[in-house]
């Protein structure tokens, strides 16, 4: 017996990686389950040109056939053509639905109320072919191949990819669809609260693989969407790779690129959704792959390393085989020093060495032993000595340490003043704080003041892999001392506060805001080899620009970083505190002052009305846990070392992180509350207030959407939805007009 369905791959592929199984949807709307086996996109893009093929392996694991028809939403501000598809090597007819069909398509299915998630499809175009029957405990493979011409805006290239969809198990009857989350929301990765994923999850095939040729060179390669590998040989070919088992999330994956030849390019990203309000934007900064002998500045390298007795064992042996890769592939024209403590400090050689003297330093380091105590001032000041004739930005520090100062100076405040007043050179100090009896607050000071960061390797950690690394990232200097100046907008709010050095294959982000539209002008200056070059970048910063989003979440990621960073080094005080609140609040970040916005094991009880005091009741449980606002003020210890490394990754935020999935939410700025009875309310709600009610799926409902575009966001969460629109509440669900047009709308809605 053969169930005709309709046939849902987006849906199908982000429910089999959620829960090891698919869905088909009948023509009565029951789900029936099909598992995806394998998921891979291939793209081969050229210049502005992607051919991509993409490959589903379905397995039916019910008792009846199933056959249906495969809808495919294909990528926006694409030109696709050339649309072909095939199931186990044979051709199958289709047709390419316009925007308005597609969205019939979608709106038809959520009038059965399935699923309001499915209105974030209604915005591409859409394949629809039929697909062979699938048997009872058989596979398909299906694969479609289109071309597509992508959006070039300047020299930026984009590459797109929907996914959307999300789905879990219904509490009873079975898999249903379930909402699409909000947009991203980026959280602090405290490692209780990061998600664990099943094995069945992660036993999923499903990854994506993109190939680059250009005849210009490809820049600023660039993911906001999702953590991606880039393998880039040359200036004209890269390779991208993203495992997909974690991001299937219903986010699109994006891929930003640019076609620029200059010796260091820029990418300028934007986002202002408001016109009345300044934007947002990022900035993308890297050198050329290809570099000359001239172009890659010699370096001055001094490798400090603990050998008290806490290092000891296999922690001082890997230390020293991490100190041999890096002397091992020092430059011929680089200089290096070696300087090594305990009690005392020891230096290798009184000055800065040639690599002819490289063999000599291996020795030293073989004979090292682990014994004594801790004297990190000392070590550092005479690390800084051998540093002194460097060349301003030419000097490297490599710190590697398991323990506290023990000896000498032991003030973390003193020692900072001390090396501060010792760096007239501007030597970058590159800490590594080995296991969880470090000063955080020390290192990451030192880090800050020399313009570099601190990092720690955890006790199962392997430290020559993690040092080496890094090493790898900084081998080869292209700029240093950078500077900037915006001409013809003014920029503010900008994280770093001061840009880091520029790296062979590394890439810089800047983000800020911005407040005047129009042309505006970028200097870039900076060293490098022996002379100081001027770059000069022409942009337009737009008036209005409301795709991106993931720019400001991103921006606000680092900029809570920053503060949070400042709090935690310089003690904490109202205005830094309340703007933290204020960014976690909007754009939905979890903070040591904001954790309760994400608490997934809090039950929401009672009604609306009662929705503040389980705020409370919710704050009070987590303040009987151990605090993070504590931990915000420890220096040593797993949770002082998790909580720096937290801080670091939002302030060096890349990827705007997936949303948890949590009975709180933020969207646009406002708190949504999940409550028992399946309610997405919002917690300034009050049954008293006046409330514009619309029935779901009604025809109400889809004119309220057209007349108000930007209230999908709210309508996503599910059925039951009760949002603050432009002042005013609105209730969607089973009770309320069900028949009305825009006109009437509006006098309701002003």
């Known amino acids: 017996m053969k169930s005709p369905v309709i046939f849902l791959p987006f849906l199908l592929m982000a429910f089999s990686l959620a829960n090891g199984q698919g869905l088909i949807i009948r023509p009565d709307f029951q789900p029936t389950e099909l598992e995806l086996r394998r998921h891979a996109i291939n793209a081969q893009l050229h210049e502005q040109m992607a051919v991509v093929t993409v490959e589903h392996e379905f397995y039916n694991p019910g008792a009846t056939t199933v056959e249906g028809t495969f809808l495919f939403p294909l990528p926006a501000n694409a030109h696709v053509s050339r649309f072909s598809m095939n199931v186990d090597g044979k051709e199958m007819a289709g047709e390419l639905l316009s925007a308005e069909e597609a969205r019939g398509i979608y709106e038809n299915i959520v009038r059965q109320q399935l699923d309001p998630a499915l209105l974030e499809m209604a915005d591409y175009r859409t394949f629809r072919a039929r697909i062979f029957p699938i048997p009872a405990k058989a596979t398909r493979k299906l ?26 198990q219904r509490r009873a009857g079975g898999p249903w669809p379930r909402p699409l989350p909000p947009r991203p929301i980026a959280s602090i990765p405290f490692e209780r609260e990061r998600s664990q994923q099943p ?71 934007t986002h202002r959704p408001e016109t009345g309000k300044p934007g947002y934007f990022i900035l993308l900064i890297s050198p050329q792959v290809e570099l000359n002998e001239n172009q890659v500045q010699a370096k001055d390298l001094v490798l400090v390393l603990d050998t008290s007795g806490s290092m000891a064992g296999e922690k001082i042996e890997q230390a020293k085989a991490a100190l041999r890769y890096c002397l091992q592939r020092l430059g011929e024209r680089d200089r290096f020093g070696l300087v090594t403590f305990s009690s005392e400090a020891k230096v290798f050689r009184p000055t800065l060495a040639g690599i002819t003297e490289r063999e000599d330093a291996l020795w030293q380091v073989d004979k090292l032993e682990a014994t004594g105590g801790t004297n990190i001032n000392e070590a550092l000041l005479a690390a800084h000595k051998l540093l002194r004739d460097s060349p301003a930005g030419r000097g490297m520090i490599i710190f590697l340490t398991d323990g506290l100062p023990s000896v000498g100076v032991q003030d973390e405040g003193q020692i900072r003043r001390n090396l501060q007043q010792a760096n007239s050179n501007e030597v970058r100090l590159f800490s590594f704080g080995v296991g969880f009896d470090v000063n955080t607050k020390l290192l990451d000071g030192l880090g800050r003041d020399h313009h570099a960061f601190a990092d720690y390797i955890s006790p199962q950690e392997n430290i020559e892999e ?253 059925q039951k939805v009760i949002f603050n629109w432009q002042g005013k509440f609105v209730e969607i669900g089973e009770k309320g007009e069900k028949q009305m047009d825009a006109t009437k709308l509006r006098e309701l809605m002003n």
């Open 143 to 168: 694969t479609l191949r289109y071309d597509a011409s992508l959006a070039r805006e300047g020299n930026t290239v984009t590459f797109q990819y929907p996914m959307q969809g999300n789905l879990t």
């Open 466 to 718: 993690r040092v080496s690394t890094f090493y790898d990232k900084v081998r080869y200097p292209v700029m240093r001392n950078m500077e900037y100046e915006f001409r013809g907008t003014d920029v503010r709010l900008l994280s770093p506060r001061q840009l880091p050095d520029l790296f062979k294959g590394g890439q810089i982000i800047l983000a800020g805001r911005y407040q005047q539209a129009g042309h505006a002008s970028l200097i870039l200056r900076g060293q490098t080899g022996e002379q100081r070059q001027t770059f000069q970048y022409e942009f337009d910063f737009p008036r209005r620009e409301r795709e991106r989003e993931f720019v400001a979440r991103l921006w606000a990621t680092r900029r809570v970083g920053d503060l949070l960073e400042d709090i935690r080094l310089n003690g904490e005080n109202a205005e830094l505190k309340n703007e933290v609140i204020s960014l976690a609040k909007e754009f939905g970040l979890v903070t040591p002052y904001t954790s309760y916005l994400v608490r997934e094991e809090e039950t929401l009880a009672g009604d609306a009305a009662a929705l503040p005091g389980v705020f409370q009741q919710m704050e009070r449980r987590w303040a009987a846990e151990p605090s993070r606002e504590m931990l915000m003020k420890a220096s040593s210890g797993a949770g002082a070392v998790a909580m720096s490394q937290s801080i670091r990754e939002m302030k060096e935020a890349e990827v705007v992180a997936a949303p948890k999935q949590a009975s709180v939410v933020v969207v646009k700025g406002r708190i949504m509350a999940l409550n028992p009875d399946g309610v997405w309310i919002d917690t300034e709600f009050k049954p008293a207030l006046e409330t514009v009610k619309i029935v779901f799926a009604s025809n109400a409902y889809f004119t309220f959407l057209r007349l108000f575009p930007e209230a999908e966001d709210f309508c996503r969460l599910g």
């Open 199 to 269: 094995e069945s999850v992660k036993s999923q095939q499903s990854f994506l693989r993109i190939e680059m040729q250009s005849e210009t060179a490809l820049r600023n390669i660039y993911s906001p969407s999702h953590r991606v590998e880039i393998r880039q040989p040359d200036d004209r070919h890269a390779t991208v790779e993203c495992e997909m088992t974690n991001a299937l999330d219903g986010r699109d994956f994006l891929l930003y690129y640019s076609l620029d030849p200059n010796e260091i390019a820029t990418t300028l990203l």
